[in-house]
C-alpha cells in the first residue's frame, strides 16, 4: 500500500463518519467553514526488525528448474497528527472525541481490512491558538498506525556448470 491511497483511506473514511470536511493541515488553500478536521503524518515510516525470507521457486528460464526469491517483510508505524478546528471549545472537544472513536471502534474494521492496524490513540490535547481578536478552538490527538510492507527480488540461479579443460 503507498501513501496515497493510505492517506486517502483515512480521508475518506473520517470524512463519510464524521460528515465534516478533512483537509490536509499544510495547505495554502482557505479554510473550509467550521467545525472541520485537519491531519498530517509526522511520521511516515518508523521501521521496524525486518524478516528476510529466502525461498526456492520455479524458475522463469525454461533452462532452469528453480530461483531463488527473497521476501523482505516488515511492519512498519506511521504517526499521524489530527487537530479539530471550531470557534466554540465544546464542538472542538465533541469532534475530537468523535475522530478518536472513530479509530479506535467505527473506522478500526475498515483499516484493518486496507492492512492498516490501529496500534495507538493519545489523549486529546489542546491545541488552539489566538487569531488577532479570538481564539480558534483546536483539538488535536496522534494516532499510530502499522501496516505490512513486503518486497520480493527473484535471483536465476546457475544449477549446472560445464567445465572445460584448456
Do not use: C
Not at 49 to 55: C, F, K, N, T, Y
Amino acid at each position: 500500500m503507498d501513501y496515497a491511497e493510505i492517506r486517502n483511506a483515512i480521508v475518506s473514511g473520517l470524512h463519510q463518519y464524521l460528515q465534516k470536511p478533512v483537509v490536509p493541515t499544510d495547505t495554502t488553500q482557505p479554510k473550509p467553514p467550521y467545525p472541520f478536521v485537519s491531519y498530517k503524518f509526522t511520521t511516515l515510516y518508523r521501521p521496524d526488525a525486518p524478516v528476510l525470507i529466502r525461498s526456492p521457486v520455479p524458475s522463469t528460464d525454461p533452462d532452469f528448474e528453480q530461483d531463488i526469491e527473497y521476501t523482505l517483510r516488515e511492519q512498519p508505524q506511521m504517526v499521524l497528527s489530527l487537530s479539530t478546528y471550531s470557534l466554540d471549545e465544546a464542538e472542538a472537544y465533541n469532534l475530537a472525541l468523535q475522530v478518536q472513536a472513530w479509530f479506535k471502534l467505527h473506522g478500526y474494521r475498515y483499516l484493518k481490512e486496507l492492512n492498516l492496524i490501529v496500534v495507538n490513540t493519545t489523549a486529546l490535547q489542546d491545541r488552539s491558538v489566538l487569531l488577532i481578536d479570538n481564539f480558534e478552538k483546536r483539538v488535536g490527538l496522534d494516532v499510530t498506525l502499522r501496516t505490512l510492507s513486503e518486497q520480493k527480488d527473484r535471483i536465476e540461479t546457475i544449477e549446472k556448470i560445464r567445465v572445460k579443460e584448456v
